[in-house]
């Protein structure tokens, strides 16, 4: 197979998001793809950590109902202890710098950030990268060109520059089947206002493969009514997955708005529950 395999299990699952209600077979995903149903069946269940059938039966509404629930008791502990759950630490994989008043007030001046577009299983990826983290990451279904925009906006006296090679090592490591077992923790640097940061730090702590609502992260930080500043602070978020903003849905189990597209947020989660069962 000439591409990466996760070129196709890209593919695999956007087909997958688009087509759940009529439940495809492995042989109609197969066909989809150009591959063999063994081998899709095989490579699919080790980077998703389930097959295509059961991928497609927890792509509905009431599978995000009962994942809320689930996620109550380990949160609750999560919360508690100041850390995720066993095997969960994603928080420990990652660590979020802010920029100081200064930065904040200069915009990035003198900032080099090294920018480009590569494949994720979720669709094209903008990643902006700087000598102290990553600064931005977005998915796209184009070239990515909104994306640089919107990190020009965030970055307005940064130096940007095209580096396809830095993005493409960066998601190569983030995607990969293994990627908290590699030990590095991966160093992001935010500008945003201090509750927002506050918002991002907290979703830090959501263990991966678990979920939490609006009103449960707006009590967790002190401000049970704030849950439309808690929307507005997720919707700015300028490192989608690494600051796993997806992990925040509506009380009543529906997936709820992402900024990059619901279905994308839809398969992010499932992904992400379906390696931790």
Request: charged share 25%; proline share 6%; net charge positive.
């Amino acid at each position: 197979m000439t591409q990466p395999e996760y070129h196709w299990v890209a593919r695999a699952l956007k087909y997958l998001d688009g087509r759940f209600k009529e439940q495809p077979s492995l042989e109609e995903i197969s066909a989809r793809l150009n591959l063999s149903p063994f081998h899709v069946q095989r490579v699919f269940k080790r980077w998703v950590g389930i097959s295509p059938k059961r991928f497609l039966q927890v792509l509905t509404k009431d599978y995000a109902r009962a994942l809320l629930e689930e996620s109550r008791s380990v949160l609750d502990a999560t919360y508690e202890s100041g850390l995720s759950g066993p095997g969960r630490l994603h928080d420990l994989f990652i660590t979020l710098e802010a920029v100081t008043p200064g930065e904040y007030k200069a915009g990035g001046e003198g900032l080099p950030i090294r920018c480009g577009v590569h494949d994720s299983p979720f669709g094209s990826c903008l990643v902006g990268v700087t000598d102290r983290g990553i600064c931005w990451m977005s998915f796209h279904d184009d070239d990515g060109r909104s994306g640089r925009d919107e990190m020009q906006a965030q970055w307005p006296a940064a130096h940007i520059q095209e580096d396809g090679k830095a993005a493409a090592e960066i998601l190569k490591s983030i995607f990969t089947p293994d990627f908290h077992e590699s030990g590095s923790p991966i160093p992001l640097i935010v500008k945003g206002t201090n509750f927002q940061i506050k918002v991002w730090e907290a979703l830090l702590k959501i263990p991966t493969g678990c979920v939490a609502s609006y009103g449960y992260l707006a009590r967790r930080l002190g401000s049970p009514r704030a849950g439309r500043v808690v929307g507005n602070a997720l919707a700015a978020n300028p490192i989608s997955y690494l600051i796993p903003c997806h992990r925040v849905i509506r009380s009543l189990g529906n997936f709820g708005r992402y900024r990059w597209g619901r279905d994308r947020k839809r398969a992010m989660l499932v992904w992400e529950a379906a390696r931790h069962l």
